[in-house]
């Protein structure tokens, strides 16, 4: 890992809300009943994102991240056409893990924040550990077929 990866690194990354982004775009068109505003599920994967852009600068040729923990709370609606803003800092490194403060905002209201931690991987071998897990999914499903 890059030693200049340390406490202080601060990102911010902004994005439209739109119908791809909505409660009523993640549910099944039988729940009828959710509001058409910002998913959670998204505004999960919108402060990863942040994290991921705040790291690239300071990664190896090589390395990447994977998420390994996400500790959220989602306070208010944004609804479509809104703008949303991601603010992320890195507040602790202990060795691979990485520990960032999220923030997310609509105009000028908070609508999430907590914490996000990654780890810095090597993907060659990441990988390899993918590919072996893929091979017992596979066997696994040949066996429930044969049943």
């Known amino acids: 890992m890059d030693n200049s990866i340390n406490p202080g690194i601060a990102h911010t990354l902004s994005l439209h809300v739109n119908d791809r982004v909505l409660v009523t775009a993640f549910a099944p068109s039988d729940f009828t009943d959710l509001q058409p505003v910002f998913t959670t599920a998204f505004l999960v994967g919108f402060m990863e994102w942040a994290c991921i852009e705040a790291l690239k600068p300071y990664l190896l040729d090589g390395q990447n991240t994977v998420g390994t923990h996400v500790y959220l709370s989602h306070v208010a609606p944004t609804p479509m056409g809104m703008k949303v803003s991601a603010q992320v800092e890195l507040v602790e490194v202990k060795g691979r893990s990485l520990r960032f403060r999220v923030d997310c905002y609509d105009g000028g209201d908070l609508i ?36």
Do not use: N, T, W
Not at 118 to 142: E, L, N, S, W
């Open 112 to 147: 999430g924040s907590g914490f996000h931690e990654r780890m810095v991987i090597d993907p060659v071998g990441f990988m390899a550990d993918v590919c072996q897990k893929a091979k017992y999914a596979d066997r696994g499903k040949r066996l429930l077929s044969a049943a």
